[in-house]
């Protein structure tokens, strides 16, 4: 059974850091890109970051270029977002993902709250 865990969210204040980790298992995860999304209160979800299987090809939404940095280990099966500068419109449910044979797979969500 594939299964995606999110952890370590919390309440920051503005201009802070969080990270966020991603445990995995249930497939091979070597072979996967995994993805973060975050949904924010009465908003769609959305992609913020992914990291390719082998960890060299990173992407990043535009409101995350230059704040946060995804990266992952593949020996313990888990993708870290660090998240730093962190804005009030950061405040979101953060999500893993990974898309396995044309499906996605999702996490259970962390909330990350950014607020003084």
């Known amino acids: 059974e594939v299964q995606l865990q999110a952890s370590g969210g919390g309440l920051v204040q503005p201009g802070g850091s969080l990270t966020l980790s991603c445990a995995t298992s249930?497939?091979?995860?070597?072979?996967?890109?995994i993805a973060w999304f975050r949904q924010a209160p009465g908003k769609e979800r959305e992609g913020v970051a992914c990291v390719g299987s082998s960890g060299e090809r990173k992407y990043y939404a535009d409101t995350a270029k230059g704040r946060f940095t995804v990266s992952r280990n593949n020996p313990k099966r888990t993708v870290a977002l660090q998240m730093n500068s962190l804005k009030p419109e950061d405040t979101a449910v953060y999500y893993c993902?990974?898309?396995?044979?044309?499906?996605?797979?999702w996490g259970n969500g962390t909330l990350v709250t950014v607020s003084s």
């Open positions: 993902n990974a898309r396995i044979y044309g499906m996605h797979y």
């Open positions: 249930g497939f091979i995860f070597d072979d996967y890109a």
